[in-house]
T-cell receptor, first 114, second 111 residues
């Protein structure tokens, strides 16, 4: 596609349920990032994928969070046993993968945990 | 760990005014710096990307400067318009492709 897409755009879930968020990066982009933005806050880095290298998971807040990237393209962020503090907008970005080249963001998924 | 600060947190100006948004970072060993715009309920739109070897970048009414040694970047907006109202974020990238974001400046341009 022309840009980064994310689905769903909104997700409401009950505390304790698992959720999956999807990101489709720009075609040909080898780098993919997940960020979290809580209300009124800046972006918090979660995880970074670059090609076939092991992902940088240093930003994941707990072991309830995991992400995978299949075939070097689509990525799924999974949150298990969701908590109310997980409520935030989850943003995905991709870049061409050359060192620190421009990031392009998707519209985000707004997650609300009741 | 890189810390990125943006000042002011919020800014309200009348239409037509020139303005400057500030971004500072604690570790000068950066690879690039990117300015974004975020509209309410939307994702981020890239405005300007400055590589560490560059001093500034311009796009239309926007000009971003970078002073690595002092750990600062500014985003200059000329002849502001109500459509410029948004939150402006700066992000600092290191050579491990990791980006650190400031918390943003919320700009309101009054007609």
């Amino acid at each position: 596609g022309a840009g980064v897409s994310q689905s769903p755009s909104n997700k409401v879930t009950e505390k304790g349920k698992d959720v999956e968020l999807r990101c489709d990066p720009i075609s040909g982009h080898t780098a993919l990032y997940w960020y979290r933005q809580s209300l009124g806050q800046g972006l918090e880095f979660l995880i970074y994928f670059q090609g076939n290298s092991a992902p940088d998971k240093s930003g994941l807040p707990s072991d309830r969070f995991s992400a995978e990237r299949t075939g070097g393209s689509v990525s799924t962020l999974t949150i298990q046993r969701t908590q109310q503090e997980d409520s935030a907008v989850y943003l995905c970005a991709s870049s061409s993968g050359l060192a620190s080249i421009e990031q392009f963001f998707g519209p985000g998924t707004r997650l609300t945990v009741l | 760990k890189q810390e990125v600060t943006q000042i002011p947190a919020a800014l309200s100006v009348p239409e037509g005014e020139n303005l400057v948004l500030n971004c500072s970072f604690t570790d000068s060993a950066i690879y690039n710096l990117q300015w974004f715009r975020q509209d309410p309920g939307k994702g981020l739109t890239s405005l300007l990307l400055i590589q560490s070897s560059q001093r500034e970048q311009t796009s239309g009414r926007l000009n971003a400067s970078l002073d690595k040694s002092s750990g600062r970047s500014t985003l200059y907006i000329a002849a502001s318009q109500p459509g410029d109202s948004a939150t402006y974020l700066c992000a600092v990238g290191n050579n491990f492709n990791k980006f650190y974001f400031g918390s943003g400046t919320k700009l309101n341009v009054k007609p």
